[in-house]
């Protein structure tokens, strides 16, 4: 715990398997956040590096979840900070901080059933098209040349995500496993600097959720992006992560690489339960 | 065997992205387009266009116009007949005005107004959401048809409370009043039509179309990917009111004639316009032209074979197509909540494969 308060203000940092992680891209500072008389979130602090995978694991209830909507705008916590690119960020709205370049996935996969794959991952370009309403009436000029320049960076994507031949099928229409890597297809089409994955393996079969580490990696190594995760599988958190926030009762009881977090006491006890006297 | 995409490549996205990317598609607009440019208006009489073709036209646009705002961002209004009327009063007060000044504008200006009117009512929709943003929106309804009822100064303080269209031409050509040419009457409306379908199609396939589907769709998603909810409902209504506000104008210059604001664009209205957008298909450009089509037509049908073949009476005639409408949309809504642009859709799939299935 002493260690997290000393932070290593270095621009970059080693991990543990010879990694180089940048510089921290986001702090939270002493987060707490209440609904009503529960406090989902006690005084919590850490922070993300650029490039790296962060991943955030505790048992159900553990506030993980309350943290990326903190991060994702959708909670304003009573006390904290969030700083943010080397800034403190004021409230703001979700689709405020989309446009600073937080994109996420949800535990339960919030895709637009009514569009097609092609729409979903193309609404994850809405941020960075700006023409105007009459231009796009008239299809003309700056909505044209948009709406092809757009598309070409989705179908990057969906060429990495191996969607290609659903492009055109509606959402509603594909099998879970599909959905999901979907929806990781359309924040990543916003090319995001952070980007949060709420449970991406939740009901996935090894070779789904194989898929996904292997999708979830390369993301990171090709765009370097930074990104942020809340698991339940332990092995997939060990193999994945460079660093692990561990949250229990809205409490931070442990912070570090996955085989520091192992091996603390603390957290063997959140998992493993332990006789309280 | 006629209808496949074999063959038919695109080599580029925005080959892709346009409107009909299957050639058979394309070849069949223009053969339509055609025909109702060049054809239609050399054969049309004054009964055709009054019972048949005006309706169609002025209904495909405000069913066009409905169904962005319902089909597209997913927000029920009851408040068409309302908006209408504002376009009708836009277009009365522009007309008597500024006598001098060309319909065409007359009539965009009406729709400019409406949108503005429409985006107004559209603010609750921030908080509020289905039925009650469909009640708020039936406020609208009933309270711009007493303020047109009530405050004089919009009916130039006629005796009669109605509004009655001056006679205008355009480029020498009359096309309000009751000496005007039927083709020339269809082809204004048809112009107004065209110009609806075209700009609704490319909002719905571009960004702001996908704004507008991602709020329908899921709303906390929307927001999380960068979708200002507020900005995007406020330009759903707008637009939607734009052509709702455009159709209401002809209705009452065009069609009309001269409009009494209660009867013409009462609640009625609204829910035959929102009718037709269920039958024909929420969500689509070309639901809405069949729903409009299917409205106007099914009681001239009704009316040729009921009164004029089998000689039943007229009011019983009326009440059949009351009974067959309102069937109608219970079926829709239980057998095909899409309605029959996707009755057309699945033709078409089931099209391109025939005759080998499989």
């Known amino acids: 715990m002493e260690r997290d308060s000393v932070k290593d203000q270095a621009d970059s940092y080693v991990t543990e398997d010879g990694r180089t992680i940048g ?37 159900n209830g553990a506030g993980k979840s309350s943290m990326l909507n903190v991060i994702s705008g959708f909670y304003v916590p009573q006390e904290g900070e969030v700083w943010y690119k ?13 446009q600073q370049g937080i994109a996420r996935t949800f535990q339960n996969i919030a895709l637009f059933e009514g569009m097609s794959v092609l729409d979903n991952v193309m609404t994850g370009r809405l941020t960075q098209m700006k023409s105007g309403l009459l231009a796009q009436s008239l299809w003309k000029g700056k909505a044209e040349r948009e709406e092809v320049e757009n598309r070409e960076i989705a179908e990057k994507v969906i060429d990495f995500l191996e969607i290609q031949a659903i492009r055109k099928t509606p959402v509603a229409r594909l099998p879970y496993g599909l959905k999901k890597r979907v929806e990781l297809a359309r924040a990543l089409a916003a090319e995001p600097t952070i980007l949060l994955l709420d449970e991406p393996m939740a009901g996935m079969n090894v070779e789904e959720k194989e898929d996904m580490s292997r999708f979830i990696l ?11 995760l809340i698991e339940h599988d332990m092995g997939v958190v060990m193999d994945l992560s460079d660093r692990v926030v561990v949250m229990d009762y809205g409490r931070k009881i442990g912070d570090g690489s996955p085989h520091d977090v192992r091996n603390n006491q603390e957290v063997i006890d959140a998992y493993l339960g332990v006789a309280h006297d | 065997m006629f209808y496949r995409e074999a063959g038919d490549f695109s080599t580029t996205y925005a080959e892709d992205q ?3 990317p299957i050639k058979f598609d394309r070849y069949r607009y223009y053969v339509v387009l055609f025909v109702a440019i060049f054809v239609i208006p050399f054969m049309v009489n004054d009964y055709w266009v009054n019972s048949l073709f005006l309706p169609f036209l002025i209904y495909a646009i405000a069913a066009i116009g409905l169904n962005i705002l319902v089909g597209y961002c997913g927000q029920v209004s009851l408040g068409t007949g309302g908006f209408m009327a504002v376009g009708a009063y836009a277009c009365y007060k522009l007309m008597t005005a500024m006598p001098d000044v060309s319909m065409f504008i007359h009539i965009l200006l009406a729709g400019v107004i409406t949108a503005a009117v429409g985006a107004l009512f ?9 039925f009650y943003l469909a009640v708020a929106t039936l406020a609208a309804q009933f309270f711009l048809v007493w303020l047109f009822n009530r405050v004089p100064w919009f009916y130039n303080y006629s005796a009669s409370g109605q509004i009655s269209a ?6 020498g050509i009359l096309i309000t009043g009751p000496n005007t040419e039927a083709w020339a009457t269809y082809m204004f409306c048809l112009i107004f039509t065209v110009f609806s379908a075209l700009v609704a199609r490319n909002l719905t396939r571009g960004s702001v179309g996908r704004k507008w589907m991602a709020i329908r769709d899921m709303d906390i998603a929307a927001e999380i990917i960068g979708v200002n909810p507020l900005r995007a409902k406020l330009t759903a209504f707008a637009v939607s009111s734009f052509f709702i506000g455009i159709s209401g104008a002809l209705f009452f210059s065009i069609y009309l004639g001269a409009v009494e604001v209660g009867e013409a664009f009462g609640i009625q209205k609204s829910f035959l316009v929102l009718f037709m957008i269920i039958i024909g298909g929420l969500g689509s450009i070309f639901g809405s032209f069949a729903g409009a089509a299917f409205l106007v037509l099914l009681p001239v049908l009704l009316k040729i074979v009921g009164v004029d073949w089998l000689g039943w009476p007229t009011d019983i005639v009326a009440h059949l197509q009351l009974v067959i409408v309102g069937g109608l949309i219970i079926i829709f809504l239980i057998a095909e909540p899409h309605g029959l642009a996707q009755l057309w859709r699945v033709a078409k799939e089931k099209l391109r494969l025939w005759p080998f299935p499989h």
């Not at chain 1, 002493?30 to 505790?58: C, H, P, Q, W, Y």
């Open chain 2, 166 to 171: 001056p006679e205008r031409d355009t480029f």
């Open chain 1, 23 to 59: 510089p921290t891209v986001m702090e939270m500072k002493n987060i707490t956040l209440r609904f009503g008389g529960v406090e989902a979130i006690k005084d919590i602090s850490f922070d993300i590096r650029e490039g790296e995978i962060r991943a955030i694991i505790g048992p």
């Open chain 1, 218 to 228: 390369d993301v990171n190594d090709e765009f370097g992006t930074t990104i942020a």
């Open chain 2, 122 to 130: 559209g603010l609750p929709s921030l908080r509020i959401k289905g």
């Open chain 1, 86 to 98: 080397g800034a403190q960020r004021p409230p703001m709205k979700p689709y405020q901080v989309a």
């Open chain 2, 18 to 20: 346009q409107t009909f």
